[in-house]
């Protein structure tokens, strides 16, 4: 596979924007190469029902503005459905846990979150905000429309908030633990 099938891999498999450099660290390439790839995509991607979007030093896939009047159908019934139990599951943990990175609601689910965080995010339920750690990543949370429609006034007083949040702390400290001893037999 050529570099530019690989970069529309990874946007595809994010689903968000994705920087340059980035790019460029994850496929071991320069980023000049990546940019020159990223343009190629481009091109390839003309006529099709999905496009490359630039800002900055970030780049996207993203539907055709020619698809706008499909897509907004398809939204408006997706929207009308109730959000399902992986909805429901994805909420809770940005609720209880949240900040938290896509992969990190990834990993405690054990699946790729990204239709429902899309989903999450186009009801307005949840909101992306820039991790202060790490520039790549975006964190998500829950907005104050949610709190609202949950009647409270903070996540802290969700029920059980401060149990389950112990268990999230828990988990994710194991999980680290795990990742550790993986990293150290690799050595």
Aim: aromatic share 6%; no cysteine.
């Amino acid at each position: 596979m050529n570099l530019a099938g690989k970069i529309e891999s990874i946007l595809f498999w994010r689903a968000e924007p994705v920087a340059i450099k980035q790019l460029a660290s994850l496929l071991e390439e320069n980023e000049e190469a990546i940019k020159a790839s990223i343009d190629e995509l481009e091109s390839a991607l003309k006529e099709r029902g999905v496009m490359l979007i630039r800002k900055e030093n970030e780049v996207a896939i993203v539907t055709a503005p020619e698809s706008s009047v499909l897509i907004e159908k398809l939204s408006k019934e997706e929207l009308s459905r109730d959000i399902g139990r992986a909805g429901l599951e994805t909420l809770s943990t940005i609720l209880y846990y949240g900040p938290i990175s896509r992969r990190d609601i990834d990993f405690i689910r054990g699946v790729n979150s990204a239709f429902i965080v899309r989903n999450l995010l186009i009801r307005g339920l949840v909101e992306r905000a820039e991790d202060s750690k790490d520039q790549r990543v975006f964190l998500y949370k829950p907005t104050f429309d949610v709190l609202m429609f949950l009647g409270v006034s903070k996540v802290e007083d969700l029920p059980d908030y401060q149990k389950i949040r112990e268990e999230f702390n828990a988990f994710i400290a194991n999980k680290e633990k795990v990742e550790e001893k993986e990293g150290e037999g690799i050595n």
